[in-house]
């Protein structure tokens, strides 16, 4: 069950009021079909320039991912923040995830944070490259983190979902039992979006 009950949304952006309206439209069309449809719902009139860039949509799906996902009880247990290390080279994509500080999930504060690899305490890792991913593998130090990155095969190296921007949308992978290995339950709903299961 996702945290909250709700929807998929754009953090900071969407009515409350239309998240019923996506629910119906999330069991027959793909993710990006459904961020869209609640972005020309949301922007009036809708142009080019209202859309989201693609920083902010994997920043809108990073959101998504951790309200449809049930963490480990024991990793967030006696934590009243919720901290989201990220590991990027693009700097609109650094401050698009930066900009999700202070948003909530799980009755937590979220808080985002450049990886320094000295001692970080990570409930959530973001990377975008191979070369940053087998650097933080190697050093196994985020063995209870959820992972995501956006680089292809992220979820064959080991990573729980990765996300694919594509001509014809957003799509993303969930390495299922690399999650259940962590403790990590991906919601069904969640599941039924992605494009892959790695199980």
Request: hydrophobic content about 45%; aromatic content about 10%.
């Amino acid at each position: 069950m996702p945290q909250g009950g709700v929807g998929f949304l754009l953090p900071g952006t969407w009515s409350a009021r239309l998240m019923p309206i996506l629910m119906r439209f999330l069991g027959k069309f793909r993710l990006a079909a459904a961020f869209m449809l609640l972005a020309g719902l949301a922007c009036t009139p809708a142009t080019a320039q209202d859309m989201p860039s693609e920083q902010s949509l994997r920043a809108a799906m990073v959101f998504n991912f951790l309200k449809f996902t049930e963490f480990p009880p024991e990793s967030i247990a006696n934590v009243q923040r919720m901290r989201l290390c990220i590991a990027v080279g693009d700097v609109r994509q650094a401050e698009a995830l930066l900009a999700l500080s202070g948003r909530r999930a799980w009755s937590r504060e979220l808080v985002v944070v450049r990886l320094s690899g000295r001692g970080d305490d990570c409930h959530v890792l973001y990377v975008d490259s191979r070369q940053r991913w087998g650097a933080i593998e190697e050093q196994r130090i985020f063995p209870h983190a959820l992972t995501i990155g956006d680089y292809p095969g992220f979820a064959r190296d080991g990573g729980m979902i990765e996300i694919a921007l594509q001509e014809d949308g957003a799509r993303f992978d969930i390495n299922l039992m690399g999650g259940r290995r962590a403790g990590f339950r991906f919601s069904p709903q969640l599941l039924r979006l992605a494009r892959h299961v790695h199980e």
